[in-house]
């Protein structure tokens, strides 16, 4: 038979791990949270877009993006579904703007798989740019994807995000509605 000493020991020994268990259970919740939030605002860290020597995809010449222009840079990854799905909208914005001389560059690293497959179907490899992938990372050091940046004449990025975020579907808006 227990006593009542032992009693108060075993209650004391529940107490605690109920109170562990609560304090771990935060953490976890606090953590899953501000993880989701980070994924949900994409952010590209960067204020004054840089100098970057790319490759053109199609005509495997080097060049450098343009400076000193209004342009739309495009992150995808050629593993990413998503991705996959947002390729006709890209391909009705890159049609939209050559009629507005807003160039659109879509960005890709060296190291990314079976461009070739994926661009299947898509009159968008003219528009597809190859970097070193460390150059890449300088641009887009959390591999955002399918991400954007919206760049001025001034090279300063003027907004940035995730295809079909808020800022998205308003210039898609906006460059449909131009170029009508």
């Not at 268990?21 to 840089?50: C, G, M, W, Y």
């Not at 080097?62 to 495009?74: L, M």
């Not at 050559?98 to 690293?109: E, G, N, S």
């Amino acid at each position: 038979m227990i006593n009542q000493q032992e009693m108060q020991i075993i209650l004391l020994i529940i107490a605690s791990l109920t109170l562990i268990s609560i304090s771990l259970n935060i953490v976890i919740i606090t953590t899953l949270v501000k993880s989701r939030k980070s994924r949900e605002s994409a952010s590209f860290d960067l204020e004054l877009f840089p100098k970057v020597n790319a490759k053109s995809f199609s005509k495997k010449t080097g060049n450098e993006i343009e400076n000193q222009k209004n342009k739309v840079i495009i992150f995808l990854a050629t593993n990413c579904p998503k991705c996959k799905s947002k390729l006709k909208t890209i391909e009705k914005v890159v049609k939209k703007s050559q009629t507005l001389d807003l160039p659109v560059y879509i960005l890709l690293h060296e190291n990314m798989k079976n461009i070739d497959k994926f661009f299947t179907d898509t009159a968008l490899l003219d528009h597809i740019w190859l970097l070193d992938y460390n150059e890449y990372k300088e641009i887009n050091p959390h591999e955002i994807s399918p991400g954007y940046l919206f760049v001025n004449e001034e090279d300063l990025v003027e907004g940035h995000g995730m295809i079909d975020d808020e800022n998205w579907r308003y210039f898609h808006g906006q460059i449909m509605q131009e170029a009508a």
